[in-house]
C-alpha cells in the first residue's frame, strides 16, 4: 500500500454521512479499505443546519474510517446535491489559428474557457463543467475533434452550478474536521460512475436518487449528460405524511414505512392488513396495507412528477432507451419502479453499484451509490492521468490520448 494512493471519498446526507477510504495502485486498480457510516445530525433537506452537530457527525465517520483503513487520510472529495443544482446549456465557440488548422488541446481548452465566460449571481458557483460534444466547421457531434482539421471548433457542454453558502458551508464542516476538500462533486455524476454503462448514457438513462431529505435527478442521452437537477422532497416528506395522518412521532413512522410501505397502490392487495404498534399508551391499530399506500403514493407521485416536469421544462432533446434508473435508499420502497413508469411513461429499474475490489457484497446496494461513485471517479481519473504520463515516453493511439484527456474536463 506505500505505494498506492490513499482517497477519501464523504457523502454528507440528510439521514446517513458515509465515508468510504480506497487505494489505487499503480496499474490503476482501485480496493476499497474502509467503508463507513453515521447517523446524521444537523442537515435538513441537503442544507446544513446546524455545523456543530454535523461537524460531531463528521468527525465520528471519518475516525472509524482511518481506524478500518488502518491509515489517515489528509483529504476528501465532497459530493454535493439537492435543489440548489442547476444545470446551464453552453456553447464555445473559437477560430483555429494554426497554420496546418489542426485542432489541438489548447484549442479546446479555449473553447471551454468561452463556454464558461457567463456571469453568475454572487450567491451561485460552478462545480462542473460536462462536456457533451464538439463541432467541427460543419461537421456536429463529434466526440474527440484533437488532430481534426478545421477552421472553427464549437463546444457543447452543460455548465453544473450550485449554492455558494451551501457549498462553504459543507466545506467549512469537512476543513473543521481536519480535511482538505480536495473537489466538489455532483452526486448524480458519482451515482452514474458506478452504476450506469457507457451504453446506458448511449441508449440515453435517467438516472435519480431519492434520498431522505432530497432527490437529486442527471439525464444521458447519446453518451452526454443533458439535464442535472434536484427537488427538496424525499424519504423524509413520506415519513412526516405518515406521522401527521397516523398521529405516530416519526421514528414509528419511519419503521412502518420501510416495512410495510408501498407507494403504488395498484400493487397492494386489498385483503392485506397491517398492524400500527401501540404508542404513549395507545392502543395497537389494524388498518389495511392499501390504505397506508394510499397516503405514501400522492407524496412519491408529487416527486416524480415535479422531476419530470423540470425535464420538460429544459426542452431537453434525447432518447431515453435505457429507461429510468433508481439509486438511494428511497429507491428501495415497494413499488416504486412502477410508479416511475407509469409517470415517466418509461421502463424503471433499481441501479446497483459495480462491484469494486475489496468491497463487501452487503455495500453492493442502492444506497451506497454516491459514496462509491466519488472514490470510482476520483480512481478513473488519478488512473487516466497516469496512463497519460507513461505514454510521453511512446506514441499513443488516437482513442487512448483522448481517455486521459477527457478524464479531466468532467
Known sequence: MASDRIMMGLDIGSSWTRAV??????????????????????VRSGTIVNIEQTLRTINSVISDAELQAGCEVHSAILGVGGDHIQGIQSVGVVGINSKE?????????????????????????????LVQDFQVDSRSGIKDPIDMLGRRLESRVLLITGSSSICQNQR??????????????????????VVLSSEDK??????????YGTTNMIAYSGGSPIYAGG???????????????????????????????????????????????????????KMPKRALAEIIEPRMAEIFTLLSM????????GNFGGGIVLVGGGSLLSGVTDLASEIFRLPARIGFPEAIGGLDRSYIDPRYS????????EAKKLSNQGSQGTRKEEKSSFGSKLKGFFGKLF
Not at 103 to 122: G, T
Not at 172 to 193: I, N, P, T, Y
Not at 370 to 377: E, H, I, P, W
Open 21 to 42: 477510504i480506497g487505494s489505487v495502485g499503480r496499474e490503476g486498480n482501485l480496493m476499497i479499505d474502509a467503508l463507513c457510516e453515521k447517523p446524521t445530525e444537523g
Open 101 to 129: 488548422q489542426e485542432i489541438k488541446k489548447d484549442d479546446i481548452y479555449r473553447s471551454l474557457d468561452v463556454a464558461r465566460a457567463r456571469e453568475l449571481p454572487q450567491d451561485r458557483e460552478f462545480l462542473h463543467t
Open 172 to 193: 467549512k464542516c469537512v476543513q473543521r474536521a481536519g480535511l482538505q476538500v480536495q473537489r466538489l462533486m455532483l452526486q448524480s455524476v458519482a451515482d452514474s460512475e
Open 202 to 211: 448511449e441508449m440515453g438513462t435517467i438516472i435519480i436518487n431519492i434520498g
Open 231 to 285: 427537488v427538496a422532497f424525499g424519504g423524509d416528506s413520506i415519513t412526516s405524511d405518515l406521522s401527521y395522518i397516523l398521529n405516530k412521532p416519526k421514528q414509528v413512522a419511519e419503521q412502518i414505512k420501510c416495512q410495510s410501505g408501498s407507494c403504488y397502490v395498484p400493487s397492494v392487495n386489498p385483503d392485506d392488513m397491517i398492524i400500527i404498534p401501540q404508542v404513549g399508551g395507545l392502543p395497537s391499530i
Open 310 to 317: 423540470e425535464l420538460e421544462k429544459c426542452e431537453t432533446k
Open 370 to 377: 454516491t459514496v462509491l461513485g466519488l472514490l470510482k471517479s
